[in-house]
């Protein structure tokens, strides 16, 4: 009997925002596979007597090869086991589910998609923060500042894609990506919100000018998300009294 | 006593895709305020005798506008009532969600957030389409092609933003943007995926260059998402095997 894997969106770290398919399939699963982002208390809908792996570190620290990840996903399910694959967020946004599900598929395994809650607009909306608003931003796009060659972002096209940017990235970079998108022709005085640790009980939210942003934000923990545009300043219309999920 | 809102994204209309925490929001409600988009199921989470108030439609047809919408919301809960506004997708994302919640901030009325699973990444998943992939696209862009003005989008952004396009808009559009985007410079050849009532039983997808996509995708029932870029073309390699939650 050949097994097969669910690959499951955790969303953005606050527990309530996992699906109700999420929590079913962790009950199901014989073996759970997890990174490093996920709510810790995903941990707990799994059955007693289940394996769960965490691929995101190593003893050491070192991130899990991808290609590594991929095995283990294929031999127990080999093995026959339901196999669970839990990441932070949504699986197919900056997430490598689409490695996992070809790799997968092309070995014949069954592969079940479970979307999440991506941090896309749960994370600014944990800010007060809405990523799109009628006559404010009726685009939203969607990029990383931690491209996997390491090399730059293309400000050019960032810097004139209008509305509302969402920059998934580590906080190290944040001095480079201001210079590079003021040096692209975006206004240095852009509403700009730093999200660090988003829908986290420990959250903690930087709002300021595009040009300030790097000093006001500089010792976030991360994760983060970085949120620019006009729809920024509408948190302060929003707030008090909106809060995330508990 | 005051009563509060609690916003929730219902996802794209899978039950499976509400969250925990809208579940949860759902059985403490005193009332209901849904639209059409939500998966039906999730009136069946709403406890006994709580009232439930469809603001999508009137009995003749025509949306509800929006200002009679907030002021359902307020009136609830001055009356003192815990008021669930859940809505399709996420609250944020095109929803309206950000409306609503400046009315009641404004109003001093308490508002709590429940971002929901987005169709962005959601929906084209259900479709074995990955909107992010290494080498592939590293960018997301999310437009909608039915402006609250009703003017056409801006084709020329969108034709050079690069990575993914995901269009939130009515079919009947659809030629008019392949004309538009064509005639702005993006590739006719380039691959393009229509997901029509995507995540629901009667989902149904056509693929197609963008040039052909009018023509494919003719007849099909919405809500549709359009997907356009390299990352369609994968769908042939994570497909078969793939299926959304159940």
Redesign the interface.
């Known amino acids: 009997v050949t097994g097969r894997v669910i690959l499951v ?1 955790a ?2 770290g ?8 999420a ?2 399939a962790l009950a199901q699963a014989d073996v759970v596979l997890h990174d490093q982002l996920i709510p810790r208390e995903a941990l707990d809908l799994v059955r007693a007597g289940a394996e769960v792996i965490d691929v995101g570190k190593r003893g050491g620290g070192e991130q899990v090869p991808q290609g590594e990840t991929n095995e283990l996903l294929l031999r127990h399910a080999r093995d026959g086991r339901v196999v669970v694959r839990l990441k932070g967020g ?10 996992e ?2 790799a ?3 070995a ?11 941090s ?3 994370v ?3 800010a ?8 404010v931003a ?7 500042a931690h ?2 060659d390491d090399a730059e972002p ?1 400000y050019a ?1 960032l810097a ?4 509302t940017l969402v920059l998934f990235m580590g906080l190290g970079r944040l001095d480079a990506l201001a210079r590079g998108l003021i040096g692209a022709g975006l206004s240095g005085s852009t509403p700009a919100a730093v999200v660090s640790r988003g829908s986290l009980p420990d959250q903690a939210v930087i709002t300021a000018p595009l040009a300030e942003l790097p000093e006001c934000a500089a010792g976030l923990p991360g994760p983060a998300l970085v949120v620019l545009g006009d ?1 920024v300043a ?1 948190r302060e ?10």
Chains 1, 2 share one sequence.
Do not use: C, Q, Y
């Not at 004139?160 to 509305?163: D, L, T, W």
């Open positions: 969106g969303g953005p606050d527990p309530g925002l996992l699906t109700r398919r929590a079913e949504d699986p197919f946004v900056f997430g490598r589910g689409g490695e599900a070809i997968l598929a092309e014949g395994i069954d592969v079940e998609v479970v979307p999440g809650v991506s896309i607009a749960a600014p909306a944990s007060g923060i809405p990523v799109t608003h009628r006559g009726d685009r939203v796009t969607v990029a990383t491209a996997a293309d096209s004139r894609a209008g509305g729809v509408l219309r929003i707030l008090p009294g909106v809060l995330l999920a508990s």
